[in-house]
Every structure is written in C-alpha cells, then in structure tokens.
C-alpha cells in the first residue's frame, strides 16, 4: 500500500495521462487498505483474514461529457492504457451541463487539518487471538448463554488520495480497531442470539473485551422466549443502536441530488420546521479520531462542522458539485468518492444532541408501549416518506422495560414521525451516527 505522499503522486501522473490523451479537465482518487482479523468460536480458533487492496480512481471530462473508470494495477502502463480508455468513454458519452469538478475558488488550500486518525499500535495476530477470546470467553460466562457464534477481533490501515486537473492535491491514512462477540441464549424454540461491537481509530478509545462480551450476553439473555405483541398504535421508543438509522433516513431526504430530481419527502422544506425545537442534529467532519472524520471532501472542498437541523428547523441540503449546479447553489463540502464513477453526497460524523430528560423519565408515563432494539428489513420509500420495518425488542408496561417480543411491524410516516420525535439525555458517541433514546409517539405496529 502507498503512502498519502505516493498515493498523491500517482494521481498525478493519472491526471497527466489523461491531459495528454485529450482530457479537458479531471480528477483522480486513490484508496488503498489493508486489515487482519482473528475469529474464536467456542474456545477454538476459527478463522484468520488479511487482507490487502488498492484501486485507482479516474474521472474526466471531454466536449462536456465525462467518464469513469479504475483499475487495481498502478503501474506505469496501466495507468497509460486507463487513460486512454477513459477519453475515449467520454468523447462516446452524452454531454451533461451539470457534470464539472468543484469550483477551483473553493478548493482546500495549505495544509489539511490533522484528525489525529492514525494510531501507530499494530496488533500481532496473537494479540488479536487474545482480544476475540477474551470476548467470547466473557459472554459463554453470562448465565443463560447456551452456545457461541464467536468472537473476533481486527486491526486495519487505510490511506485515501485525491488529485484534480484544477490545483488539488491532498492525501491521509487511518487505522481502525474493532472487537465483536457473538452468542445464543435459551434452548429450543425459545433460543434467541445477540452480540455487541465497538471499533474506533485508535484501540485505547475501545471497550475492554470483556465488556463487549458481557454486552452480548446479557443482550442475548435477555431476549430469550420472546412473546407477540397485538395490532394497534403505540408509542414506540428506539433504542440508541437502531435509532441512528433515522438520521440516516434524513441524510438520504435532504442530499441535493435527491432534491434535483425531486425524489424527496423533504422537498420544498429547506428551512422549515420538521422537529420539535428541542431537536439539533450535528454534522462534524473534523471530530479527532473520529469513525467518519476527513479532512477533505471527494471533490477536494474543505469539510466543516454544521448543523444539519438547529433547534428543529432544517438548515438546507447537502451538496456535490453537480447537486450544486442543478440546484443554482454551492457545493457544501460533503462529496464523497469510491474507486469510480461520480461523487455522491455523505456527512462526516453525526449527532442527534441530547435531550433534557433522562431514559427512565421517557419511559415513565407509557402505560402499555414498544422498546425496539433491532430491526428488519429497508421498507422506506424516500419520495413519500412512508415508513414500514420489521422489528424485535421488547414491551414497555407501566413506564418500564418488560419481556421481550419479536416478529413485528412498525409503521408510520418519516415527516410525522420526525415532527414528534423526543430525545432522551443518554447520548454516547463511537459510531459515526449517534443518536440517544428516542421516543415516538402515535406508531402503527402489526403484531397478531
């Protein structure tokens, strides 16, 4: 795997490729990574991965067309034949007025900010022997753990480069650390599984082990001879693991390229009113050693932290440099790149802010209602908004957790259910989308 440095030069030499064989303007993007993971199961050791890649990216632009396209071969004729291939996809392709790198005025200038992302501790496969035991050997001891799906544990590296044909250049590596464990509780047709994780930048910023571990089964125990629930509306509490994938709904409404093409349930609400005042929800690309943190963006625009909604109030949308265009607006800094194709929109590191009262003071006035901790299944239309998941969890009677329940439905709408959203104050962040307990009121739920 190249160096940042490297990394950056052989985007350049792409670039200069392509120049050459007739491109009026591109850029070109590097990713390489490389990880190693060590699996347990029942004591034993049951799998160790490594793994390594690299892929360079090239994107041009000819007569108002452009074209993609990548290759996992750096070498020097490689990147010839590339970009060859590319001017000549281009000249072939329809022209599309939209299509252009960022504005060169915009671009990160000097020396990017540093995230503190690289953590210079690299964990030997014994070492990681160790971590993965140590979290399964810490759920097997939960009692009403009945078998194991394993623990595991992985390091990993990764350096992301990008080079435009207008003056960019920019380039960082990144570590990540991650630890999981994995069991069944109970016995027969009332046997349930769960597991727990973390991962992070740097392994002093994880859970021990044996925390992980003690999550997992506890989590799996817990669930174990899950009842049914009746049809009916309830109000409905998410918790923290499950809730974050409603920001991510909002992230998906309020990209420009969703707006562009009017295929938004948000559309036409920039700046409006969509949850309750007490509701901020953060944007911070810049977080050290944060799971989503970047300097730049895919197109080379510098990143920032916003808010995305500020006292419940949407503050606008998310832009490429294209959504841009379409929309007579400028690019927000949230392009994000794979080895090929176009820039699509993503936020850095986000956080649903916390509320003012306490998760057993949310729960305290639900009389009969559903605490949802895993679900199922994408039934989300992102043009109307409507909501419908399978889910499992547990019921919530007389203002407290009560037995576990599975194999529902909960339903609704996202522009309903945003406008009656409620935060609990138990907030913590290690996910890259971090939302405390949150509580819905008015849900459908199809049960027996």
Same mark, same amino acid.
Request: aromatic fraction near 4%.
């Given at each position: 795997m190249l160096s940042p440095l490297q990394a950056q030069e052989r985007c350049h030499a792409l670039i200069e490729r392509a120049v050459r064989a007739g491109a009026e303007a591109g850029d070109a993007v590097y990713l390489g990574d490389s990880s190693e993971s060590v699996s347990v199961r029942l004591g034993a050791l049951e799998e160790v991965e490594r793994s390594e890649s690299e892929h360079i990216g090239l994107r041009v632009f000819v007569g108002g067309a452009s074209a993609s396209i990548g290759s996992t071969d750096l070498g020097d004729a490689a990147l010839d034949e590339l970009a060859s291939r590319a001017v000549a996809m281009a000249r072939a392709a329809p022209a599309d007025k939209f299509a252009g790198l960022a504005p060169e005025e915009l671009l990160l200038r000097g020396a990017p900010p540093e995230l503190d992302m690289i953590d210079p501790a690299e964990p030997d496969p014994q070492a990681l022997r160790r971590i993965a035991e140590e979290a399964e050997d810490a759920a097997r001891a939960v009692p009403g753990v009945t078998n194991s799906e394993g623990g595991s544990a992985s390091a990993g590296r990764g350096v992301v480069a990008l080079a435009t044909s207008h003056g960019f250049s920019g380039g960082y590596g990144a570590t990540s650390h991650g630890? +999981? /464990? +994995?069991v069944l509780a109970g016995s027969g047709a009332s046997m349930q599984r769960d597991y727990a994780w973390r991962s992070a930048r740097h392994a002093a910023d994880l859970l021990s082990p044996s925390a992980?571990?003690?999550e997992a089964g506890e989590r799996a125990v817990a669930r174990i001879n899950p009842g049914r629930v009746r049809s009916g509306t309830y109000t409905v509490v998410f918790d923290p693991r499950v809730g974050g994938s409603l920001v991510g709904h909002l992230l998906g409404a309020i990209s420009g390229a969703s707006i562009a093409r009017r295929a938004s349930f948000l559309l036409d609400r920039d700046g /409006?009113?969509?949850?309750d005042s007490s509701i901020?929800?953060?944007?911070?690309?810049?977080r050290p050693r944060g799971p989503r943190s970047r300097p730049f963006d895919g197109e080379g625009l510098p990143t920032s932290p916003r808010a995305l909604v500020e006292a419940g109030r949407l503050t606008g949308w998310l832009m490429d440099a294209a959504a841009a265009r379409q929309l !007579?607006? /400028?690019p927000t800094g949230h /392009?994000?790149? !794979?080895?090929s194709g176009a820039p699509h929109v993503s936020a850095g590191n986000l956080v649903l802010q916390p509320g003012s009262v306490s998760r057993a003071a949310l729960l305290a006035d639900i009389a009969d209602g559903i605490y949802i901790t895993e679900l199922i299944g994408m039934g989300v239309n992102g043009v109307t908004g409507d909501y419908s998941r399978g889910a499992s969890g547990f019921r919530i009677s007389g203002g407290a957790i009560a037995g576990p329940i599975a194999e529902f439905t909960v339903a609704g709408n996202l522009v309903d259910m945003f406008a009656r959203?409620?935060?609990a104050d138990d907030l913590e962040i290690y996910r890259g989308i971090?939302?405390?307990t949150l509580r819905i009121d008015g849900l459908s739920v199809a049960g027996d």
């Open positions: 630890r +999981s /464990a +994995s992980i571990g003690i /409006a009113q969509i949850f901020t929800i953060t944007d911070d690309p810049l !007579g607006a /400028a /392009a994000a790149r !794979g080895g959203l409620v935060a971090d939302v405390p």
